[in-house]
């Protein structure tokens, strides 16, 4: 399996601590050695870092999680391979344009007769069951609605209809973004946390850092993180359940 990471904030920011944190699940303290990759979104454009070896040994890596990076929306993932080589053309997250806005996917489970998946004019570039799956549901969304959805609702409402029928095909947690809502489906194993004043300090459960949020952000910033399991060793958590969807935008909660 692998694992995510996804932010959604009312503010841009960086998520260094985040990152710290799951990159040390890359080949340390989680088996998941076999690429990672992290897209922040910036406007309507998207900066996507990626390398095919595990993320606790990879320079890149380091410099994401040193650098602080700006952003809204972030999708991130450590893989361990089970569909497709290791290779920079397997490693999560993925990107495509749909109605004129980059959409950025990353997927943690294994599915089987994946192959069958109509993907229309999204071909895959790998070979993984999670890019087949990422295009098969760019193009039904295409299908149903040529010109775009009249509305996000029903556009998410209907994405989340088809993650469903994803989840009879074995384990499918996803993360989805078009840079300005984040949507999360569990399959498995996914969790949230929600941050806002008063902001407190937080410590990583994978490394020894911390750090005093109240410091670092204003009364007004809402921050949203979301991981496969959590990163830090003192907050509480949401853990979503099997077959639920979180829809978040600007940090918040949005009804599905």
């Not at 890359?26 to 406007?43: E, L, S």
């Not at 959409?103 to 570039?125: C, E, I, M, S």
């Not at 979180?246 to 949005?254: D, H, R, S, T, V």
Request: proline fraction near 5%.
């Amino acid at each position: 399996m692998c694992e995510l990471l996804g932010m959604s904030a009312n503010v841009p920011t960086d998520i260094c601590f985040s990152f710290k944190g799951l990159k040390e699940r890359g080949g340390n303290t989680g088996p998941h050695k076999d690429g990672w990759g992290i897209a922040f979104y910036q406007g309507k454009g998207v900066s996507t870092f990626k390398d095919a070896q595990a993320s606790h040994q990879s320079e890149v890596a380091r410099l994401v999680s040193d650098y602080p990076i700006k952003s809204n929306v972030v999708v991130g993932h450590v893989r361990q391979a089970n569909r497709g080589r290791v290779a920079l053309e397997n490693t999560h997250p993925f990107t495509r344009e749909l109605w004129g806005r980059y959409w950025t996917y990353a997927h943690n489970g294994q599915l089987k007769d994946y192959k069958t998946l109509p993907v229309g004019r999204f071909k895959p570039v790998g070979t993984t069951d999670s890019e087949q799956a990422f295009c098969y549901l760019l193009s039904a969304l295409a299908d149903k609605y040529p010109n775009g959805p009249k509305s996000k609702k029903q556009l998410f409402r209907y994405l989340l209809k088809l993650s469903h029928g994803l989840r009879q095909l074995g384990v499918f947690n996803l993360l989805l973004s078009d840079g300005d809502y984040l949507f999360c489906y569990c399959s498995t194993k996914l969790h949230w946390i929600t941050r806002r004043a008063p902001f407190g300090k937080a410590c990583l459960s994978d490394v020894d850092v911390d750090i005093d949020f109240s410091r670092e952000t204003t009364p007004n910033d809402v921050v949203t993180i979301v991981a496969t399991l959590p990163l830090t060793s003192n907050e509480s958590w949401r853990a979503m359940t099997p077959g639920q969807a979180c829809l978040f935008k600007a940090g918040e909660l949005m009804p599905l």
